[in-house]
């Protein structure tokens, strides 16, 4: 037994600056200057149980409204980097979306889910579990970039492979998700408890089916590796195909082979690879059940 207390683990700040600029343009100029992007804040008031110091100055993005709107384009949504995953739980749109939709809706918990946004499930780098990635990858979503030279593009696998040394004053300011016609998509997840804890894997299914058959698919995983990624070989395994509950095992154990188990204190990198061919089932069950 020790009879004085632990030292803190990590350097607290005597203070810590907040800025909130009310335009993109303020925004880019504040994260330029040093800044760091504060969004919903979830992951960043964290910072201590990773044992990580907070940053000196946040720059918080709640009052540029832009950041919070749906624009409906041809063939695609976009959408804003502060939407909330309860926001885009409730967003009616194409069933394209519906493993973003789902995804978000069992994210976590209610007070987290009212707050944690887009932008900021995207931006934490070091966050394998979350689970808008794996759904944005299956669904072929890029990223909206704002910076000091300007707008930009890049696919979602392009960015999250080169998150950690992006350009300062960079901002992710919408999510282009296409939607095609006669696509459909679905996410699964599997916790320790149950609930909405962090995923121990999760599994994002994106199909687009002629007469039953499968045309085109994406699958992608998360919380498997560190971060989240497509498995190219699960969903040609899926092309050509009926979809049903053997096919769909049969594409999860490639899903398998095609990742390297993550260790972890929730689980053994041998067991998130196991459960992926039950969860590509699942999300196959869902999407034949809302077809018919
Ligand atoms: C108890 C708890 C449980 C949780 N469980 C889950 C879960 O099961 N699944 C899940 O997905 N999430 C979960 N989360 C939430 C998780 O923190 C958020 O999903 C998300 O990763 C953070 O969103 P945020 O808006 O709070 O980001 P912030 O904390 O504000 O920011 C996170 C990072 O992204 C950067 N960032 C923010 N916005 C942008 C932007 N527009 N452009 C570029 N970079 C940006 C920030 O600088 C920071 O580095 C949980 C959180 C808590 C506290």
């Known amino acids: 037994m020790t009879t004085t207390a632990d030292p803190p683990r990590v350097q607290t700040r005597a203070t810590i600056e907040l800025r909130r600029p009310a335009s993109l343009s303020e925004a880019v100029g504040e994260l330029q200057a040093g800044g760091t992007a504060l969004a919903g804040g979830t992951w960043i008031m964290r910072a201590a149980h990773r044992d990580e110091a907070f940053d000196a100055v946040y720059v918080a993005l709640d009052r540029i409204a832009e950041l919070r709107a749906v624009q409906e384009r041809d063939g695609a949504v976009a959408l804003g980097a502060l939407l909330t995953h309860d926001e885009l739980a409730a967003y009616d749109g194409s069933p394209a979306l519906g493993a973003l939709a789902t995804a978000a809706a069992r994210s976590a918990f209610p007070a987290i889910r009212s707050t944690a946004t887009l932008g900021g499930n995207i931006g934490a780098v070091g966050f394998a579990e979350a689970d808008l990635v794996p759904a944005l990858l299956a669904l072929g979503a890029s990223v909206e970039l704002v910076s000091p030279q300007g707008e930009s593009t890049a696919s979602l ?26 696509a459909s998509s679905a996410f699964e997840r599997l916790t320790v408890l149950g609930g909405g804890e962090y995923s121990v894997a999760n599994l994002a299914l994106s199909v687009t089916l002629q007469d039953g058959v499968v045309r085109a698919a994406r699958v992608a995983v998360g919380s498997v590796e560190e971060v989240a990624r497509l498995c190219p070989a699960a969903a040609e395994a899926l092309v050509g195909e009926r979809l049903d509950a053997a096919v769909a095992e049969r594409a999860g154990k490639v899903a398998a082979q095609e990742c390297t188990g993550r260790e972890g204190l929730d689980a053994p990198g041998w067991y998130r690879l196991a459960v992926l061919p039950a969860l590509l089932r699942r999300a196959t069950s869902r999407l034949i059940e809302e077809a018919s």
């Open 157 to 182: 696998e392009t960015y999250l492979a080169s998150r950690g040394q992006r350009p300062a004053g960079e901002l992710i300011a919408r999510v282009v998700v296409p939607t095609p016609a006669g």
